[in-house]
Structures are given as C-alpha cells and as structure tokens.
C-alpha cells in the first residue's frame, strides 16, 4: 500500500509540474503527450480496481475520460463498470447513465452502447425507456441486430387487474364493460369511469354514451350525467357515431340525433356510422347509406360484414355478402375479390379474411400480405391482430409473426395499446408495455 501510496504523490506532482511547464514555457497543447497523461491516470485507477477499492478510481478514471484519444473507449468502459459498482451510493448510478447518454451520441457509438443501455434499463423494469434506446441506435445506424431486438421486445405487455364478465367493441378510446348483469364503460385500458349500473350502455364517443336503466333510455356525459331522455317508446339502440345513433322503436330501426330530436327513415336493421357511411337492412337486403341518409350502394346484399360494434368500413373498403360468397369494396366498387368469410377493416392494418377453412389477411387493395394459416383472426388493430391455433388465441404482427402467444380463450384488437382478452378468471386487458 506504501507503494501505491508513492504512486499517487508521484502522479499528483507530475500534474503540478505539468501545468506549471504549461503556464510559465507556453508550451503548445500539441506538445503535450496526451495519451502518456491518460494512460497514468488509467493505469493508477486499474491498481485501485484490482485491489476492490473503487472509491478512488474513480477520479482518476474521470479525469482520464476528459481526454479524447484512441484509448477513450477503454476507459469510459472501466468507468462505467466502476460506477455500477457504487450504484448503491451518492450520485454513482446518474452517472453511469449520464456517461451511456453522451456515448450514444457519438458518431463512432458502437451497437453493443445501446444493446448495454437497453438491457441495463429492462433490469430496471423501464421497458418503454428501453426501446426508445434501441429505436434511437436503428435511426442512428440501421443495425439488423438492433432491429431484431427491437422487434421481439416491442410487444411485451402486462396484464391489467381489472376483470369483467362480458365486454363490448372499442369505440372511440373507451369500451362497454359488464359486472353481474349490468354494464359500465372503461378506458381503453379496461380501468373503469362509467361503473356498471346500466342494463345496456354504449361505448362513449363524441363526448356522450347511450345507456338504458329501468326501461329509459337516454344520453350520458363523460361524469355519468344525463343529457337527454328519449320520450317516445323505444326498446334498443345502437352505438352513437356522426351525429347519429340507430334507435329501435315500434316502427323499425330509425336513425336519431343524441337528444333524440328527429327519427330518419324506418329500416329492419340498422349499423353504426363509420366515416359518414352506414349499413341498413330493408326489404331482405342490405345496403349502405350516407350521412344525409341517402343510398349509397342500393341494398343488394344478402349481409354486410360488421365488427362487435355495428362499423362495416375502415380504409375505404368493406366486405358484402352475396349467396355464400363474401365480395370485396374498395371505395364503393366492387374488386373482383370473393371470399369464404371476412372481417371488417380497422383503421389502420390488414383485415382478416377466410378461404378454404384457414384464416390470412388483405391490404386494402385486396393482396394477401399473410398465408391463410390461422383457424380464426380478427383484423388488425393498431400493429397487431388476434389469431387463434387450436384452441387458444394470441397475436401476429404485420410481419406475419407471433408476437404474443396463443394463450387466451379469446382475443379482441388493439385500442390504444390495449386489448380484452378473455382468461379462466374472465375478461381482462393486456397493454402493451412500450
């Protein structure tokens, strides 16, 4: 210990003198040997390091990382092991991770900086940090290895504790929810702010629900205030979207405003409205009307394909039904494109359709993007689609892949980056950890 003890005052009078020549030679800081300073400094933290004293390595590793030479990146790795080792005390993990952030700032950061950011924030249970990492080093230098981990990590996900009996169709960033016979809304997350008193009741969107209670039905605002009542009789409803809502009353299903001012038109089954457009059952037939409530495609139909929520149309494009063949629309005309069965599409994403007894999926152009390989699917949600391999469902990625593992009774899509899935518990939600 004497010795290293010499080493130090050595080291210390070494610098004193250094400046010193600096200040009173003016010497030029291209004569200075740089990498001789650094490497001192670095060899005298070593000495410490090998002899478990990491305390006082530390200022001599720091000093030595002030210096830019070749040898930086050797000693910034033996700094960040050291603070790691003092994590537990003062400032020593801020600096650690100060250190990782002006690494993965330079030009020549190396891939293994943000593979050591990433795993070091996981441990730490930081998922979402932990990708923002990784997707900061693929902007920075389209790494496959970075890619890779990105992609089988991005859907990690926790289970939410709320559970339901039944749940509805998301709409509008909430989602109709039942405990014991009566239904709520929740978020998209499945917490609840609308509790569970209503023997029917709409998901909340454009700023109101549609709810039943002792044979009334009426309008709610988001704080579970009544805004209208329907006084005239009606016996079931559907979800409010556009200015519009299909009300079932003694004549047939009408369209109504959300203070039931005005009943349009009288039809014997009546959808939600989704981007001004809307499905109507009348005369045996089904066909799609307009925000005026005109006719779009006259009711030829002997079924429209509608999601949970009543909504037939996302991405300009829906499915009808003729005989047992289910036809591709795109934008009102048909494509040529029959299959067995189908889903509708979302907003965003492939949509779900069956041939032969499997299940792939389309783009809104009707290509097959995914084999038909799946013995159920839903369309895509968000990046993500339900599908179900024997009896259990899980989730592909646009990829094609599975990216969460047939494990639930059932699956619905991707709100927000959440989903229902149904467990031997009941309905709960999966978010989506990024």
């Known amino acids: 210990m004497k010795t290293t003890a010499r080493a130090l005052t050595a080291a210390g009078l070494t610098a004193i003198l250094l400046f010193s020549w600096i200040a009173i030679f003016r010497i030029r800081p291209e004569e200075i040997d740089i990498e001789g300073i650094q490497g001192e400094l670095f060899a005298q933290a070593m000495e410490f ?48 991770l100060n250190l990782l952030d002006a690494q993965i700032m330079r030009e020549d950061v190396e891939i293994g900086v943000f593979i050591e950011y990433f795993d070091f924030l996981i441990l730490q249970d930081r998922y979402s940090d932990a990708l923002d990492t990784i997707k900061k080093g693929i902007a920075k230098t389209n790494d496959g290895e ?55 009741v709409t998901s909340f969107n454009e700023n109101l629900a549609i709810a039943k209670k002792d044979g009334e039905i009426f309008a709610i605002d988001e704080y579970n205030n009544r805004i209208s009542l329907l006084k005239t009789a009606g016996t079931d409803f559907g979800n409010y979207a556009s200015g519009m809502m299909p009300l079932m009353t003694d004549r047939g299903w009408q369209y109504t405003r959300w203070d039931f001012s005005k009943h349009i038109n009288v039809y014997e089954e009546a959808g939600t409205f989704t981007g001004n457009v809307a499905p109507v059952k009348l005369g045996g037939k089904w066909g799609v009307i307009d925000a005026s409530i005109e006719w779009l495609l006259e ?23 003729i005989g047992s063949g289910v036809h591709l629309y795109i934008l009102g005309q048909a494509s040529g494109l029959v299959f067995d069965d189908a889903r509708p599409f979302k907003e ?5 359709v069956k041939q032969s007894g499997k299940w792939g999926f389309i783009n809104e152009q009707g290509e ?31 990829r094609g892949e599975i990216v969460i593992m047939p494990e639930f009774l059932e699956a619905k899509p991707f709100s927000m980056g959440s989903a229902p899935v149904l467990t031997e518990h009941g309905w709960t939600f999966i978010t989506l950890l990024e």
């Open 146 to 200: 970075l890619i890779e981990i990105y992609e089988n990590n991005r859907y990690r996900y926790k289970q939410e504790r709320f559970t339901y009996d039944n749940v509805g169709e998301h709409l509008g960033g909430t989602i109709s929810v039942m405990r014991n016979g009566l239904w709520g809304i929740a978020r998209a997350n499945g917490s609840l702010f609308i509790p569970c008193i209503y023997d029917k």
């Open 348 to 352: 965003e994403g492939y949509a779900a």
């Open 49 to 96: 390091i090998h002899d478990g004293i990491y305390i006082r390595a530390v200022p001599y590793l720091e000093e030595a990382a002030s210096y830019e030479t070749g040898q930086i990146w050797a000693v910034e790795e033996e700094l960040k092991k050291t603070y790691l080792e003092l994590s537990g005390q003062r400032d020593y993990l801020r600096r650690y």
């Open 299 to 321: 009711p030829v139909f002997d079924d429209i394909i509608m999601d949970g929520a009543g909504r037939i149309i996302g991405q300009g494009a829906f499915f009808g039904k």
């Open 368 to 398: 097959l993007m995914i084999d038909y390989i799946f013995d159920d699917a839903l369309s895509f949600g968000q990046h993500l689609a339900p599908v179900k391999e024997g009896d259990l469902w899980g989730y592909v990625s646009l």
